[in-house]
C-alpha cells in the first residue's frame, strides 16, 4: 500500500485543520493507521492510531480531547482532526500503516507517507 498525507499549512493558534491520509495499491481496511509527527529537532512522535477491526483508537497524551483519528474505508482514506492547535504542534505530520502488533510502535509501521507540514503561527 502507498499512503500520501495531506492537508498541512499554516494557520493560527486555536484554529482546526484536517489531514487526510489516502490509500493507493492497497486497501486501508486491512492496515492499523497511524499518524505522528516531527518537530524541528525532535524525534518523530506518535499521535493518534485506529485500528483495523473494531476501529479502537489511540491517543498521545498531548492529542487527548484535541485531536481525532478516523477512518472512511470507502474512499480508502484515514484523517486526523486536529482542533485547538498550539504552536508546539507545529511538526511534519506523517500516517503511516502496519498489518498487526503495538499500535505505538513507531519502528513496527510498514508502510509510510510523505509527510505534510503543519506550522502554528501568529
Known amino acids: 500500500v502507498q499512503l500520501q498525507a495531506s492537508g498541512g499549512g499554516q494557520v493560527q493558534p486555536g484554529v482546526s485543520l484536517t489531514l487526510s491520509c489516502v490509500a493507493s495499491?492497497?486497501?486501508?481496511?486491512?492496515?492499523?493507521i497511524g499518524w505522528f509527527r516531527q518537530a524541528p529537532g525532535k524525534e518523530r512522535e506518535f499521535v493518534a492510531a485506529?485500528?483495523?477491526?473494531?476501529?479502537?483508537?489511540y491517543y498521545a497524551d498531548f492529542a487527548k480531547g484535541r485531536f481525532t483519528i478516523s477512518r472512511d474505508n470507502a474512499k480508502n482514506t484515514a484523517y486526523l482532526q486536529m482542533n485547538s492547535l498550539k504552536p508546539e504542534d507545529t511538526a511534519i505530520y506523517s500516517c503511516?500503516?502496519?498489518?498487526?502488533?503495538?499500535?505505538?510502535?513507531?519502528?513496527?509501521?510498514?508502510?509510510w507517507g510523505q509527510g505534510t507540514l503543519v506550522t502554528v503561527s501568529s
Open positions: 503511516a500503516a502496519r498489518y498487526a502488533g503495538s499500535v505505538f510502535g513507531i519502528h513496527g509501521y510498514e508502510y
Open positions: 495499491e492497497g486497501f486501508i481496511s486491512r492496515y492499523i
Open positions: 485506529v485500528t483495523k477491526i473494531d476501529d479502537l483508537t
